[in-house]
């Protein structure tokens, strides 16, 4: 070898790339490392505290559970949804990506309806956990007969909303919770 770059060059296990220089000039090798190749990190995130909670001042029973409510009383679903801190969730938090939560409802009965709430939020930059929470609403305006209810939640992660818009690139679920709703006027 003529010189110790070219020896070194020549251990490499990977091939140098030639680059054409300036004529009259000798050609360059060229080679690039990089500290990690996963040096963005990965995304990940992960789901946890599903409730459900009724907002009635005036339950049937003072000591009445949270999770029995009136036919007319409103409730609210929520989950807990916390990010990874590498540079890519970063750099997605700070682009504004969508987080979708689709609160399934399965009653248990012949009468007991089946009924999917949705609920959405849009990331911030520097934040990394989310309560995502349905809007109040009454079992009566979602047509749920009395009876008892199975709560999960599934999440979809994705896309952000800017112009250099991305594909979905999460999914998860949780579950369950239990709701129990009585006829209105039973108090």
Known sequence: MSNP???????????PQRV???????NELTQTETRSQTIVGPVTFTLSNLDVRGLGNNPADPVNSQYIVAEDEYFVASVDVEFNKTPLT????CLGTRINIDF????????????????TKLTQKGIYKYHVETTPTRPAELKMPSG????????????????CTTKIWGHGYIQAVLLQVYPAGQD
């Open 90 to 93: 970063e750099l997605l938090m």
């Open 104 to 119: 399934g409802l399965e009653g248990y009965g012949f009468k007991a309806a089946e009924l999917n709430i949705p609920a």
């Open 148 to 163: 008892l209810y199975e709560i999960g939640a599934v999440a979809t992660v994705g896309p952000v909303e800017n112009p």
């Open 20 to 26: 054409i220089g300036v004529p009259g000039q000798p």
């Open 5 to 15: 770059m070219q020896a070194m060059a020549s251990q490499s296990s990977r091939e």
